[in-house]
């Protein structure tokens, strides 16, 4: 009778041990094919950006750094640095993906931003007119001079190729490289 209370008790702890695995287990497989967009933090303030493009749908919520669940897939207010976002599906069940969120000084955001507006397609999106190419911070970081001597300087020829920057943009370059022409300027 005592071994019968053993072998039982054996039993339910055997059943019990699976039904906890049963637990995790529903969400495995969980995995999204996550997509973003992804904004810097500007000034010293914590007014980074991720949009979730993929995947979205009704059912479906995002957070940030185990933040509270929201519906909109627009993550916002976030610090430079690491962030972790995650979708939730309807069963609970999750994805993640570290999503890194750079800090621009201001001078420098305002130079990022110009090129975007005219230095593309030569040195954007993979072009690389001149064996430049300038879609990283760390490739217009390290072409300080020549970004100010092609684009204030005009030498031998002014940048960008097809007409120059106004003055103000020119400035803008300026002020950037006396700071000191670090992405935290
Ligand atoms: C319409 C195309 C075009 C646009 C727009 C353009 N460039 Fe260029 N760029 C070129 C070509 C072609 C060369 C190679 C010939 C040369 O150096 O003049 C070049 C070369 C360069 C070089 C490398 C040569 C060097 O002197 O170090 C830099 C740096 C550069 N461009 C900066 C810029 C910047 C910054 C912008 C935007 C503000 C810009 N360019 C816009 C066509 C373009």
Known sequence: MKRLFILAGLLVTLLGGCS????PDRCVGTNYDIQFTKNPAIGGVNNGSITVLYPRGD????AVNNGTPQQSPNLT??????????VINQKGCSDTIHVMIAAYGPKYAAVRQLMIGYCGPCHL???????????TDSSIVASWD???????NGLPTFMPQNG??????????????NAGHRLTD
């Open 59 to 62: 059912t479906l919520k995002y």
């Open 146 to 152: 020549r970004i100010r001597i092609r684009c204030v």
């Open 125 to 135: 999106n993979g072009g690389s007119s001149g064996g430049k190419n300038l879609d």
């Open 164 to 177: 120059q920057l106004t003055a103000i943009d020119k400035q803008k370059i300026t002020d950037w490289v």
């Open 20 to 23: 906890k695995l049963d637990g």
């Open 77 to 86: 207010g976030l610090a430079p640095g690491n962030n972790i976002v995650k």
